[in-house]
T-cell receptor, first 110, second 112 residues
Framework: GEDVEQSLFLSVREGDSSVINCTYT??????LYWYKQEPGAGLQLLTY?????DMKQDQRLTVLLNKKDKHLSLRIADTQTGDSAIYFC??????????FGKGTMLLVSP | DAGITQSPRHKVTETGTPVTLRCHQT?????MYWYRQDPGHGLRLIHY???????DKGEVSDGYSVSRSKTEDFLLTLESATSSQTSVYFC???????????FGQGTRLTVV
């Protein structure tokens, strides 16, 4: 079945780059997404990548997709304390239903 | 937020009682979804709708039913709440089949 795996925790210092990794299993996924969740809040769509792309850059965010290995990563440049949150990787499973990873908690220390 | 309102935002209910959660959207999007979020599980799909009166089950649909009589409203009903249904419930909407989904703020449900 479909499954999305993420590491659970990442700690970085302010100003460093953060890289959050994700693996997925459904090779037919057309879109892959990164969502951010701050405490007590809903999910905020950060960025997404279409499956025929290798890379997408959006300001401080860079998404890399290795379709052969089914590996997705999110790089946040110049990480700030306001980036502390839980980050979810998700794959589109048809009808825009999403299969989520368990989330990676990013802690940014000053 | 993309014009999505969930109500109530918090609810405490007793085991065995029926509970209905409401999701209202002002975006006229075709697709609507209910997910639940639990520690250690991420978000899991309960039910979704691809049009008025068109719904289908997700990964964790047992114990839940849904209805969509209007484009803007998607109701999630727990016919007889159980403690295992204590969770945070999120509604989401999507304009087309392969477009991004936008989430509401969530409803925290506690079943005692």
């Amino acid at each position: 079945g479909e499954d999305v795996e993420q590491s659970l925790f990442l700690s970085v210092r302010e100003g460093d780059s953060s890289v959050i990794n994700c693996t997925y299993t459904d090779s037919s996924s057309t879109y892959l997404y990164w969502y951010k969740q701050e405490p007590g809040a809903g999910l905020q769509l950060l960025t997404y990548i279409f499956s025929n792309m290798d890379m997408k850059q959006d300001q401080r965010l860079t998404v890399l997709l290795n379709k052969k290995d089914k590996h997705l990563s999110l790089r946040i440049a110049d990480t700030q304390t306001g980036d502390s949150a839980i980050y979810f990787c998700a794959e589109n499973s048809g009808y825009s239903t999403l299969t989520f990873g368990k989330g990676t908690m990013l802690l940014v220390s000053p | 937020d993309a014009g999505i309102t969930q109500s109530p935002r918090h609810k405490v209910t007793e085991t065995g009682t029926p509970v209905t959660l409401r999701c209202h959207q002002t975006e006229n999007h075709r697709y609507m979804y209910w997910y639940r979020q639990d520690p250690g599980h991420g978000l899991r799909l309960i039910h979704y709708s691809y049009g008025v009166k068109d719904t289908d089950k997700g990964e964790v649909s047992d114990g839940y039913s849904v209805s969509r009589s209007k484009t803007e409203d998607f109701l999630l009903t727990l016919e007889s709440a159980t403690s295992s249904q204590t969770s945070v419930y999120f509604c989401a909407i999507s304009e087309q089949e392969y477009t991004e989904a936008f989430f509401g703020q969530g409803t925290r449900l506690t079943v005692v």
